[in-house]
């Protein structure tokens, strides 16, 4: 029955949000897979899930921001959740992955910024952590923070992003619809040459798969040669980026959230699939490229207790049998945010007034179209 008075909330939400909001990749006319998404196609399909953004645009130099991702809306540090990281490639700045990888649990919201601004998100993490009620004896906090490098486009050195940035988002977290493409932490990202930025979808398994729901949020920042549904348009375009020199290529952030009662163990495995769904999309995680997944399991009874009197812990966990299903989903879902992400982003000129193109849609649907991939 919540699941039930879940899925109204959404589709009220949905039919108040604006319809110019609503023009995504998948409303062109293409569909990523076989399985279904959620009614969003957004992580906040999972029950629960909030997502909150601060987007810095000033003068003409600083593009850059803060995204927030709250597993659940209580306390994350009283109420932990099974978690893990997977490395595709190290070259980043991942605050908190040890702890994670050491006790299979989060405490904190997850938040993404750029790479200088790291440091400064966790600050502002553990100050929010500690004055949530309950809290007042807590004297070890494991913020998880991810990032991308937004260089090119922002004047990273100058470091503007502040801990208000990062309460901000963390605060105005809330579940429904999320902005894509020059917000938040993707706000000075580039993919593949073209303008990045945040991205997000879901799937939803079929009810003999156990009918969890699945959704990813990704910050894209990184190069290869781009492929849409399966068709090279980077390489039918002529577009390459710096992927082949000997230069930073960015990096990607990829957060899976599922309401699957999965182990640490099983989320890691799930997180190892997510960078195939960045390889569906062209990407190589070249040699500078910081390619992390941290995926949550929100189910609640598998949620880990800050304190309790009991010895041992007893929680249903899905079999390794089931895990196939969520494997497909979250390439799926992966694949999908990564291109909402391009498809959402719009042209935008930054630091040293260096500007980067959107991706050219009418050119990419046309391709598409001369492949079959468009549904009539």
């Not at 890691?268 to 941290?294: C, H, P, Q, W």
């Amino acid at each position: 029955m919540k699941t039930l008075y879940f899925y109204l909330l959404v589709l009220l939400l949905l039919l108040s949000y604006p319809l110019s909001a609503q023009n995504r990749f998948r409303d062109l006319g293409v569909e990523i897979g076989v399985l279904q998404p959620g009614p969003l196609n957004t992580i906040t399909d999972v029950p629960g899930v909030k997502v909150g953004q601060a987007t810095l645009i000033e003068g003409d130099n600083i593009r850059t921001g803060v995204t927030a991702v709250l597993p659940h809306g209580g306390n994350l540090f009283q109420e932990k959740v099974p978690a893990a990281i997977h490395i595709g490639n190290g070259f980043g700045k991942l605050a908190g992955y040890t702890q994670v990888k050491e006790l299979g649990n989060l405490e904190t919201p997850i938040v993404l910024t750029n790479t200088l601004s790291v440091a400064t998100a966790v600050n502002a993490t553990i100050g929010y952590t500690l004055e949530q009620k309950g809290n007042t004896q807590v004297r070890s906090v494991n913020a998880v923070v991810g990032e991308t490098n937004d260089g090119y486009l922002n004047d990273i050195r100058g470091r503007h992003v502040k801990e208000a940035h990062v309460l901000q988002a963390i605060k105005k977290a809330t579940g429904g619809p999320v902005q894509e493409g020059n917000v938040g932490a993707g706000t000075g990202t580039v993919c593949f040459g073209f303008k990045g930025g945040i991205g997000t979808s879901s799937r939803v398994l079929p009810e003999k798969s156990g009918g969890y729901t699945l959704g990813v949020l990704v910050q894209s920042n990184f190069g290869g040669v781009l492929e849409v549904a399966g068709v090279a348009v980077g390489k039918q375009l002529g577009q390459y980026s710096n992927s082949f020199k000997y230069a930073v290529d960015g990096s990607c952030m990829m957060v899976v959230i599922t309401d699957a009662p999965l182990s640490s163990r099983n989320l890691e495995r799930l997180a190892k699939r997510a960078m195939l769904g960045l390889a569906k999309t062209g990407g190589i995680a070249s040699n500078g490229s910081g390619d992390y997944v941290i995926a949550v399991s929100t189910a609640e009874e598998c949620r880990i207790p800050y304190l309790s009197d009991q010895k041992t812990v007893t929680v249903p966990t899905l079999r390794n049998e089931g895990m196939t299903p969520l494997f497909l989903a979250v390439i799926e879902a992966t694949e999908e945010a990564i291109l909402n992400s391009l498809f959402a982003a719009t042209e935008m000129t930054g630091y040293l007034n260096r500007r980067v193109n959107a991706l050219p849609k009418e050119k990419i649907l046309a391709l598409l179209k001369k492949e079959g991939k468009l549904k009539e």
